[in-house]
């Protein structure tokens, strides 16, 4: 009879990471999957952050453009409607017409004052003190001060403030320019 041969079949396991290293290299790939991502999202977000930067500089340079052009245009106007006011004061045939047309140049004359103040507040200084000097001008001229001048005198007053308007159109123009071109030698923050 034959003796049945016994055979050992076991399993011996060759080491402890072998089991593991699937496991491990799946979290390793997906370890950096998602520090892939994070960089990105980061990157982005830089990118985002810069980009809403522009944006509101270049809103607030639009803004100031066009609250240069409005100031501008309002103490231009009010310069050249003083002017014209003081020659009517000049010629008024009566004292009470000549109050009343006084009286237009002292409003427009605080119209001025007030666009002075909008330029200080919005960074234009030199522009504010333009403002300053034409009121100031016009202030000097009082009712009883124009009504005494010859005509000489006053068409020299008149000259003076359009002379002040010119300058300070000039320089609100030059303003204006610069606000509409945006300054790219400035620090980036």
């Given at each position: 009879?034959?003796?049945?041969?016994?055979?050992?079949?076991?399993?011996?396991?060759?080491?402890?990471?072998?089991?593991?290293?699937?496991?491990?290299?799946?979290?390793?790939?997906?370890?950096?999957?998602?520090?892939?991502?994070?960089?990105?999202?980061?990157?982005?977000?830089?990118r985002a952050k810069a980009d809403r930067r522009a944006n509101?500089?270049?809103?607030?340079?639009?803004?100031?453009?066009?609250?240069?052009?409005?100031?501008?245009?309002?103490?231009?106007?009010?310069?050249?409607?003083?002017?014209?006011?003081?020659?009517?004061?000049?010629?008024?045939?009566?004292?009470?017409?000549?109050?009343?047309?006084?009286?237009?140049?002292?409003?427009?004359?605080?119209?001025?004052?007030?666009?002075?103040?909008?330029?200080?507040?919005?960074?234009?200084?030199?522009?504010?003190?333009?403002?300053?000097?034409?009121?100031?001008?016009?202030?000097?001229?009082?009712?009883?001060?124009?009504?005494?001048?010859?005509?000489?005198?006053?068409?020299?007053?008149?000259?003076?403030?359009?002379?002040?308007?010119?300058?300070?159109?000039?320089?609100?123009e030059r303003s204006i320019r610069a606000a509409a071109e945006?300054?790219?030698?400035?620090?980036?923050?």
């Amino acid at each position: 009879m034959c003796t049945p041969v016994q055979v050992d079949i076991t399993t011996h396991a060759g080491s402890f990471a072998s089991p593991w290293l699937p496991s491990l290299s799946s979290l390793a790939v997906s370890l950096v999957a998602l520090f892939g991502v994070f960089l990105t999202i980061r990157a982005a977000d830089c990118r985002a952050k810069a980009d809403r930067r522009a944006n509101r500089e270049q809103d607030f340079l639009t803004w100031k453009r066009d609250t240069l052009l409005r100031l501008a245009a309002e103490v231009s106007g009010s310069a050249v409607r003083a002017g014209d006011a003081l020659k009517r004061v000049h010629k008024a045939a009566t004292d009470d017409s000549a109050a009343v047309e006084y009286r237009k140049v002292e409003q427009l004359s605080e119209d001025i004052g007030a666009a002075n103040s909008r330029l200080g507040v919005i960074g234009e200084r030199d522009l504010a003190k333009r403002c300053i000097a034409i009121r100031l001008r016009l202030d000097a001229l009082t009712l009883e001060a124009v009504r005494g001048l010859g005509a000489d005198e006053l068409e020299a007053h008149v000259q003076a403030i359009k002379s002040m308007r010119g300058s300070f159109d000039h320089d609100a123009e030059r303003s204006i320019r610069a606000a509409a071109e945006p300054d790219d030698t400035r620090p980036a923050r």
